[in-house]
């Protein structure tokens, strides 16, 4: 199974992305946190990522794509994964797939798409900036990241609409319910 979890920074993704690992065995990629990994690091990556990161920014293609198919490749992925954070466009779709192919394994099965608010985007970010001392989470960057999303990813939704691959759900309500409501549509 080869779900790509879409929505704004802040719906979900990762939250139900560890979950959809627990219950499906599959291994969850995400960009969001290797790239993080990289910049607490401090390696090369991380240094071209971090000021990118902070202003709100994506981080250019070629880093992300070679982060991702680095970890497609690997032994627990052939079974499937979660993917949390890529693609972020159109073009990173279309390599996807042809990276998937050119690795042998099957294609995207699902895009699960969790819509939630802009308003209660910065409202939740605002609050785990707080809990988890997250210094990209301030309110400016925020709004920023949702403009970027809203420009360069939400079109994902209609690329994966035309291939009967994508799911939109309401990302909010308790973890669980929205867990639930995930499973139900993948089975």
């Known amino acids: 199974m080869r779900i790509v979890l879409l929505g704004a ?6 939250t139900q992305g560890e979950k959809l690992v627990a219950h499906y065995g599959v291994p969850k990629i995400s960009t969001g946190d ?12 991380g ?12 981080v250019a ?7 991702v198919e680095e970890r497609l490749g690997e032994a627990d992925a052939q079974k499937g994964c ?15 797939d ?11 099965d699902k895009a699960v798409h969790l819509h939630v608010s802009d308003e209660e985007i910065v409202k939740r970010l605002l609050d785990r900036a707080i809990k988890e001392g997250r210094e ?3 309110e400016d960057v925020i709004r920023r990241r949702i403009d970027v999303y809203n420009a360069e ?3 994902l939704l209609a690329y994966y609409q035309a291939q009967n691959k994508l799911v939109t759900l309401e990302g909010v309500g308790t973890v669980d319910a929205i867990f639930d409501s995930i499973v139900k549509v993948l089975s």
């Open 9 to 14: 920074p802040g719906s979900g993704k990762g």
């Open 34 to 45: 290797a790239l993080r990994a990289a910049v607490k690091a401090g390696t090369e990556l």
């Open 47 to 58: 240094k071209k990522a971090k000021a990118t990161m902070d202003a709100g920014g994506l």
């Open 61 to 67: 293609n070629e880093i992300v794509i070679g982060i």
């Open 82 to 96: 979660i993917l949390d954070g890529f693609p972020r466009n159109t073009a990173q779709a279309q390599v996807l």
């Open 98 to 108: 042809g990276m998937l192919t050119r690795l042998g394994q099957p294609g995207i």
């Open 136 to 138: 990209d989470d301030k």
């Open 153 to 155: 990813t939400r079109p």
